[in-house]
Structure formats: C-alpha cells, structure tokens
C-alpha cells in the first residue's frame, strides 16, 4: 500500500509540475506575443516619426540658420544632419542644410558691418528718451 501511495504521490507531483511547465508556456508565450506587439508599435511610430522630422526638418533647420553668426554654430547644425543623414531628409532639408552656409556668411558681413551701431544704440538708449 505505501509503494502505491508513493507511486499515486510522484504521479501528482508530475502532473503538477507538467501543469505548472504549461502554465509556465502560456505565460511566456503572452509575454512573447506582446513583446512583438510592442516592437510592431515602435517600428511603426519611428516610420512615423522619421516620415514627420524628414517633413518638418527643412523648416526647423532655416529657422536655425536665420541668426547663426559662427562657425561652431554651423558646425552644430551640420552635427544634426550627420546624425539623420542625408538619405533620411526631404529636398527641402537638404537644400535648407546647403543655404545655412550662405546665412552664415550673410549673418557675419552684416554683424561686422553694422553689429557695433546695434550694440551702440542698445546700451545708449534710454527707455524714458521719446523718439
């Protein structure tokens, strides 16, 4: 009768260990199926975001170069587009990131040729002085 109970005892023991190993499965298998759910998301919202900087970039970056007026100011805008390459850029962007040159050098000749009257005017007015 022991040998039996015994027997009958390791009998429910696997059973419950096979019942847990599946439980265990299922679980894992949930897990899984909204890991990948989770991935599906990501790689579709960094398309959409992707898709939405490559859009938004050209204007981001001209307003960016509107006032630049040094080199290490360009060359930080010129790190932004290394990041994102170019492949990843509209035309516009692209023809923005090209232009931010150019406002640079205009940037520079009108501070040289008019920065020190704006500096002049700037600490010499007087708020209270009627124009």
Request: with cysteine.
């Amino acid at each position: 009768m022991l040998i039996l109970d015994m027997s009958f005892s390791m009998i429910f023991l696997e059973i419950k260990m096979l019942q847990t190993w599946q439980q265990h499965l299922k679980n894992s298998r949930d897990k899984l199926k909204h890991v990948i759910l989770q991935i599906t998301y990501l790689q579709e919202y960094g398309q959409i975001v992707n898709t939405w900087i490559s859009l938004q970039m050209g204007t981001v970056v001209q307003n960016l170069c509107a006032y630049i007026q040094t080199q290490n100011e360009f060359d930080e805008i010129m790190k932004i587009r290394d990041v994102i390459g170019l492949n990843e850029l509209s035309a516009e962007a692209i023809g923005q990131f090209r232009a931010c040159e150019q406002r640079l050098d205009e940037n520079v000749e009108f501070m040289n040729a008019y920065g020190s009257q704006i500096i002049y005017w700037l600490r010499n007015y007087d708020p209270n002085y009627p124009l």
